[in-house]
């Protein structure tokens, strides 16, 4: 392009008019924008740079990815960037990329969920002394309404390591876990204000849910802590004038558990009660509302932002990692997946309640077989009863080994575990089968994180229409390899992405005749 000179001695760019130039200007985030008038009435173009010559309608100050979201959570997390990698359970989200999200000057939570407490102790150690001092990570707490002792142990772990930030998910309540995690250590900063000591992240996905991790806690939950001396009678009283959760992720249409519930109805949704919880509990401190779900691409992720969320939550995508802890297999199985190769299936956390969650479709029959199960378990009141025909389909196309060899597996796994479950089974037959059902549930996942692949047509993948989306927009290009598809480089391409549509949607307000070249961005390595 031509330049042109100004008063002030600097230079910039001629006028843009046409689409593609348009397009330039609008990918040109860090500079000034300048809306001018052109030649023909009415037409309107673009500078960018330093202020030209003549009239300018508007301009537009440079735009940064950092400046997506909201401030006071950067601030509040000790962050540049106000992007989330969530909690991929049964270690799917790894210690190596909690610490590379937090080395980058962004937050990532361990999956812990679906883990055995000694790998869950194993990781929180390694990521104590790796990260020490750093702000920037987290561990999630997954409800287990099963073993809600297995759950509090977790959280009693979480903070005799400090662990900085928690991520709750699942929950369709408060538990004493949950509360414990919020209330310990709060007290008054010099200030007068309340100052958390374990910065609370609840994932929901139902306005009921949030409204409990909104609300300071229940005195019948705070209570029982104090009594015990798992509280203070001072931590007691601090947690009943503050939201138990200081940030509240709101999950739409994502991979594992979900309600597939669109963003553009649930966040604005969530933002309103936010206000008016706050309102009602005196509350001066707003909880920070995040998204997940669906964000796969720049358009997505600047379409969450663009909603009121002070952040962003990824998830699916992050499976094909380099630093994920998923098979190569699973991971090229992702790698083909499109937005409708979804499928919701069985829960193994919550069998016997009949949640569901979404699952990879495509190259796997867990989905069918998973859901065979959960009906004999509708339909039966304990594996002696399954008709004959049932049994022998069950064992030889889902379990591949007899119901009594798999429940002698299952027994040897929960004496070691949860004893107290074996000892129900062996009251309860109904259990039993769920206990033996869940053992393939719970195993799908391992075997595809394990890459068996003689079990690939039983892979369990977590999985949401992001990630087709995902791999649409890295088809042929730089995060289509492998080698390139680090945690830290999708996350800097969706947020680059992000303000690059976040720039042409202002431009377009102006009146500017933007292209829709003007909103895609193509994947690059960046710093």
């Not at 509280?231 to 309600?259: F, I, M, R």
């Not at 378990?377 to 008709?387: D, K, M, Q, T, V």
Request: proline share 7%.
């Amino acid at each position: 392009m031509s330049v042109l000179a100004c008063p002030e001695g600097s230079v910039t760019t001629a006028p843009a008019f046409s689409p593609e130039q348009i397009a330039v200007c609008a990918r040109q985030i860090r500079d000034h924008a300048h809306i001018v008038a052109g030649p023909t009435d009415g037409e309107l173009g673009v500078v960018t740079g330093a202020r030209p010559v003549g009239d300018v309608v508007g301009t537009l100050p440079p735009l940064y990815p950092e400046w997506l979201g909201g401030r006071t959570f950067c601030e509040a997390h000790g962050v540049r960037f106000p992007y989330v990698a969530g909690e991929m359970a049964n270690g799917i989200a790894t210690t190596r990329m909690v610490a590379a999200m937090a080395r980058a000057e962004m937050l990532g939570f361990f999956g812990a969920g679906g883990l055995g407490y000694p790998e869950v102790e194993r990781a929180v150690r390694a990521l104590a002394a790796e990260l020490a001092g750093l702000p920037n990570w987290g561990v999630n707490l997954i409800h287990s309404p099963g073993e809600p002792a297995a759950e509090y142990r977790v959280a009693k772990l979480l903070l005799e390591h400090r662990v900085p930030c928690v991520s709750v998910s699942a929950y369709m309540d408060l538990t004493p876990a949950v509360v414990l995690c919020s209330a310990a250590g709060l007290r008054r900063g010099p200030d007068g204000r309340i100052v958390r000591r374990t910065r609370i992240f609840a994932k929901v996905s139902r306005p009921e849910v949030a409204t409990r991790f909104l609300s300071p806690a229940p005195p019948g939950l705070l209570r029982p802590l104090v009594e015990r001396g798992e509280l203070t009678a001072e931590e007691a009283a601090l947690a009943a004038l503050v939201p138990v959760a200081g940030d509240l992720t709101v999950e739409s249409d994502s991979g594992g558990h979900t309600d597939n519930r669109p963003l553009g109805a649930l966040l604005p949704r969530i933002l309103l009660l936010r206000d008016e919880l706050a309102r009602r509990h005196g509350c001066s401190r707003a909880v920070r509302i995040g998204a997940a779900g669906g964000l796969g691409t720049p358009d997505g992720v600047a379409s969450a932002f663009a909603l009121g969320a002070a952040y962003v939550v990824t998830g699916s995508v992050n499976q094909v990692t380099v630093e994920a802890g998923l098979s190569d297999d699973a991971k090229a199985m992702l790698a083909e997946a499109d937005m409708a190769d979804v499928t919701m299936a069985p829960a193994a956390d919550m069998f016997e309640l009949g949640v569901k969650l979404q699952v990879l479709r495509r190259g796997t029959l867990f989905a069918q077989r998973a859901g065979l199960l959960h009906e004999a378990y509708r339909a039966h009141s304990c594996l002696e009863e399954l008709p004959p025909q049932l049994r022998t389909r069950i064992e030889r196309d889902v379990l591949k080994a007899p119901v009594d060899e798999v429940w002698a597996l299952t027994r040897r796994f929960w004496q070691q575990r949860d004893p107290a479950e074996v000892e129900r089974a062996e009251r309860d037959p109904r259990h039993r089968m769920a206990l033996v059902f869940r053992w393939y549930l719970g195993n799908s996942s391992r075997w595809a994180i394990n890459g068996d692949t003689d079990r690939r047509g039983d892979y369990q993948i977590w999985c949401g229409p992001a990630m087709g989306a995902f791999n649409r927009w890295t088809a042929g290009g730089f995060l289509a390899e492998r080698a390139n598809r680090t945690v830290v480089q999708i996350a800097l391409n969706l947020l680059e992405g992000a303000a690059v549509a976040t720039r042409a949607h202002q431009l377009r307000t102006y009146g500017v005749p933007v292209p829709y070249s003007a909103f895609a961005f193509s994947p690059r390595r960046l710093d």
